[in-house]
C-alpha cells in the first residue's frame, strides 16, 4: 500500500514536470529561425589528469582569454587562452570558494567571482593576483554544516547575500547583484559596494518587482538591467534605478542571459533543459535564443543532449563576440564553444 | 508483506543446490599500488581488452565542508589502473566532482571505463584516455549527514521513478548497440534505460518481491542475446528481463546476488557471487558459475580472509570465463581467481 502511495506520489510529481516543463517550452520555439551554427570539438584542454566539474560560470576578458568557475571537488577558477589552452588556476583554496555560481569579467578586465556557498562576490584583478573587493560574508565555521534554507528566507539585509547567482555592472560601474537562491531580489550597489537599493524581497512571488529565484542578471550600455527569474520563466527588464519595464515570457525557463559588446547589443538567452529531465523534456529545451534587447527574436541554436555538441543543462553563456559563443554546462562538466553563422 | 517476503527468501533458500560441484581455482592478488597508496574498500574491478585491470575503490576521506550554505561533500574514493601484469600505470580522475563512494567500474566493448558512485549516485563515462565523455544522473549539492536515503533529488526511494537522477545506483551494462542499462539501486530499485546517447528510454521495477521488483537492483550484466540480467539482492535471485524491461525469468541458483557478470563469447556463462555480508564470515562467500538458464555448472570459494577465501565481494570481471578478477569490500583486495 504505501509501495502504491509512493508511486502514485511520484507519478503526480512526474506528471507536474512533464507539465511546468510543456509550459516553459517557449512559445518563441516555433517561430524563431535557426541560426547556422558550428560546435568547435574539444576546443578547452585541461591539464593533463585534471578535470573540470559543474561549469556554472565562463566569461571572456577584452582580450579574448578565458574563465571558468566551476565546482569539482573544490570550487575552481581556471584561466585559458584564447585558443582555449590552460594557463592558470586562479584563487586556489580560496575563502571565499565552496560552490561556485558565476564569473563576469568587468569592462576594466577585474575578474568576480559569485560563490554561492559562501555567499560572497568577490572581485579580483585582472591578473587574479588581488582581491580588491568582497561583497557579502560567509557564514561561521562554528554555526556546523548546515543544509540549504528550505524555511522562511532570511531577511533580505543590506549587505548579506543567501546563495547570490550573479553579477553585472553599468557604464559607471555600480554593480548589480542577483541575490538569490534564498533571497529573491537584485541589489545595487555604487562602485565602492555601498547599498544603493534593492527590487524583490526576501520572499519568491510572480507579480511584477518580484522574483522566484533572480539566477542570472546582465546590464546593457544605457543601464538597463536584464533578470533572468528562473522560478517564473521570464525575463526581467529594470531600468538603472531598479524600476521595473517590463518582462519577457516567450523564451523559455529563464535560466540565463547575457549581453553582447559593440555598438548593437544583443541579448542571448538560454532555455536551459530542467535539471531532472523528465521524460520529454529532451524534446522541448536546451537551445538558446538570440534577440534583440527589446525582446524581438533574431533566432535560436542548439539542443538538449548530453553527448557534446548537445547541452546539459546550459548555466552560462559569454557572448562578448555574439558570433562566438561560449557555454557553461552544469550536468556534462563540460564548457564548450560555438562559432555562429548568421541565419540559416 | 513482510510474511510473504520471508517466505519467498525460505523458499529460495531450499532451492540452493545442496551439492554443486566444486571448481577447482587458484588465488592470488597480482595488483601492486604505489608506495604507501592502499587500497579501501574495493568496490569494483573491471579488464579492458588490453588486460589492463581498472579498481574502484573508497580509499580516502569523504570531506563535508563547514561555514556555507549547504552541507557539501567531496572527495573520498580513487580509480586506479593497472597493467596485465598488476603493474600500476595510473590514478584517473583525482580531481573528480563526482567520486565520493566508489560502487562498481566496468569497461564496454570500446574500452570506455564507466564509474559507478553511490553516494554521488552518479554513473560517469570516461574514454579510454581518461577523458570524461558522458554523465548520467547529478551529484546532490547538499548531503545529510548521516545520510539519509532519500538524500538528492527525484521521487520517492523504491518507488520506481521514471527519471534519469539515480539514488544510490550500483552497477551498469550496455547491450550489443549500445543501450546503456543502469541498476539504480540501492536507494531506488529499479532499472534505467538510455540509448547510447543517454537519452532517457525507460525505467521498470521498484521496491518489493513480486516478479519485476526488487529488494535491491544490486548489479546487472547484458547476455549477446539483449536479455538483461539484475541481481537482486536481498531476494536471493538474479531476474531476466528481455530488452525493453519485459520479465522472462528467475534465477535462484545463484545464491544472493552481491555481484554479477556474462562473459563475453560464444558460449556464455553467468557468475553470481553469494557474498557474506559484512559483519559475517560464518555464511556464505561463495561464487556460482551458471549457465545462462540458471543451470549450475560449479561453485567455489567461502566467506573468509584468508588467500583462498572472498571478503564481501562486490564486483566480479569475468572477461575470461576461466581467469577472474574480484573486488573484496570487506577484506580491501582485489583477487585474481584462475579456475580449473
Known amino acids: 500500500m504505501k509501495i502504491y502511495l509512493a508511486a502514485t506520489a511520484a ?23 535557426d541560426l547556422a551554427y558550428e560546435a568547435v570539438p574539444n576546443f578547452f584542454k585541461a591539464p593533463a589528469g585534471d578535470y573540470m566539474g559543474e561549469l556554472q560560470g565562463v566569461a571572456t576578458n577584452s582580450k579574448g582569454q578565458i574563465f571558468a568557475f566551476f565546482r569539482g571537488p573544490n570550487t575552481r577558477l581556471w584561466q585559458f587562452d584564447q585558443n582555449g589552452r590552460f594557463v592558470r588556476e586562479i584563487g586556489k583554496d580560496f575563502y571565499g570558494f565552496m560552490f561556485a555560481h558565476s564569473v563576469r569579467i568587468d569592462r576594466h578586465d577585474n575578474i568576480w567571482t559569485v560563490d554561492e556557498g559562501t555567499n560572497v562576490v568577490t572581485k579580483f584583478n585582472p591578473d587574479g593576483t588581488k582581491v580588491l573587493m568582497v561583497i557579502g560574508h560567509r557564514p561561521s565555521q562554528a554555526d556546523g554544516p548546515y543544509a540549504t534554507p528550505k524555511g522562511p528566507n532570511p531577511p533580505d539585509e ?3 547575500l543567501c546563495r547570490p547567482t550573479d553579477v553585472a555592472w553599468d557604464q559607471q560601474d555600480n554593480i548589480f547583484i542577483g541575490d538569490g537562491y534564498c533571497n529573491n531580489r537584485v541589489v545595487k550597489y555604487d562602485r565602492n559596494g555601498k547599498f544603493l537599493a534593492q527590487n524583490g524581497g526576501p520572499a519568491p512571488g510572480k507579480g511584477e518587482n518580484q522574483y522566484n529565484l533572480p539566477h542570472g542578471l546582465q546590464v546593457d550600455h544605457q543601464g538597463n538591467v536584464y533578470v533572468a527569474d528562473r522560478g517564473n520563466a521570464r525575463y526581467v527588464v529594470l531600468d538603472n534605478n531598479l524600476k521595473w519595464k517590463t518582462a519577457y515570457t516567450q523564451y523559455g525557463s529563464a535560466w540565463s542571459d547575457c549581453i553582447s559588446e ?38 535560436k541554436f542548439g539542443h538538449a543532449g548530453k553527448l557534446a555538441p548537445g547541452f546539459q543543462v546550459v548555466h552560462m553563456m559569454d557572448c562578448r563576440n555574439p558570433n562566438s559563443i561560449i557555454v557553461g554546462e552544469i550536468e556534462s562538466w563540460r564548457m564548450q564553444k560555438f562559432v555562429l553563422k548568421g541565419s540559416k | 508483506m513482510k510474511r510473504l517476503a520471508t517466505l519467498l527468501l525460505a523458499a529460495a533458500a531450499l532451492a540452493m543446490p545442496a551439492a554443486a560441484q566444486e571448481l577447482g581455482y587458484a588465488t592470488s592478488q597480482p595488483l601492486t599500488l604505489p608506495h604507501d597508496t592502499f587500497f579501501g574498500m574495493a568496490a ?3 579488464t579492458n581488452s588490453k588486460g589492463n585491470v581498472f579498481v574502484y575503490t573508497r580509499n580516502g576521506e569523504p570531506t563535508v565542508t563547514l561555514g556555507g550554505s549547504r552541507t557539501f561533500a567531496h572527495g573520498g574514493s580513487s580509480l586506479y589502473e593497472f597493467a596485465p601484469d598488476g603493474k600500476f600505470i595510473r590514478q584517473i580522475g583525482k580531481q573528480v566532482y563526482g567520486f565520493l563512494a566508489a560502487q562498481q567500474v566496468r569497461v564496454d566493448s570500446s574500452d570506455n571505463i564507466w564509474v559507478v558512485d553511490r553516494y554521488s549516485s552518479m554513473v560517469m563515462k570516461f574514454a579510454p584516455d581518461g577523458r570524461q565523455i558522458m554523465l548520467l544522473g547529478r551529484k546532490p549539492e547538499s548531503v545529510d549527514v548521516p545520510s539519509s536515503p532519500d538524500t538528492g533529488r527525484g521521487t520517492p526511494p523504491g518507488s520506481g521513478s521514471a527519471s534519469d537522477l539515480f539514488q544510490s545506483p550500483t552497477d551498469v551494462a550496455w547491450d550489443a548497440a549500445g543501450n546503456i542499462f543502469v541498476a539504480d539501486g540501492i536507494g531506488n530499485a529499479r532499472v534505467a534505460k538510455f540509448t547510447r546517447d ?19 537492483a544490486h548489479g546487472i550484466a547484458v547476455d549477446a542475446g539483449g536479455n538483461v540480467y539484475v541481481g537482486d539482492r536481498g531476494n536471493s535471485r538474479i531476474q531476466v528481463f528481455d530488452n ?6 528467475s534465477i535462484t541458483s545463484g545464491g544472493d546476488p552481491e555481484a554479477i557478470c556474462i562473459t563475453p563469447g560464444a558460449h556464455q556463462y553467468l557468475f553470481s557471487s553469494n557474498s557474506n555480508p559484512a559483519n559475517d564470515l560464518d555464511r556464505g562467500g561463495e561464487i556460482y ?22 571478503g564481501s565481494v562486490n564486483a566480479i570481471d569475468c572477461r575470461s570465463a576461466n581467469s577472474l578478477y574480484v573486488a573484496e569490500a570487506g577484506n580491501w583486495r582485489v583477487t585474481k581467481v584462475d579456475l580449473h
Do not use: C
Request: proline content about 4%.
Open chain 1, 11 to 33: 507519478l503526480s510529481l512526474l506528471l507536474s514536470t512533464v507539465g511546468s516543463s510543456a509550459q516553459v517550452a517557449a512559445t518563441a520555439f516555433n517561430s524563431a529561425p
Open chain 1, 158 to 160: 543590506k549587505y548579506t
Open chain 1, 262 to 299: 559593440g555598438p548593437h547589443q544583443y541579448l542571448f538567452m538560454s532555455n536551459s533543459n530542467p535539471n531532472g529531465n523528465a521524460p520529454g523534456s529532451w524534446k522541448i529545451g536546451g537551445q538558446i535564443y538570440k534577440a534583440e534587447l527589446d525582446g524581438t527574436v533574431v533566432g
Open chain 2, 44 to 46: 569494483g574491478v573491471a
Open chain 2, 198 to 216: 543517454g537519452v532517457f528510454v525507460k525505467s521498470w521495477g521498484s521496491r518489493g518481491t513480486a516478479d519485476g521488483q526488487f529488494k535491491t
Open chain 2, 244 to 249: 525493453d524491461g519485459n520479465f522472462k525469468s
Open chain 2, 289 to 310: 558459475k551458471l549457465e545462462l538458464n540458471g543451470t549450475v555448472v560449479g561453485k567455489f570459494g567461502q566467506a573468509g580472509k584468508g588467500p583462498r577465501d572472498f
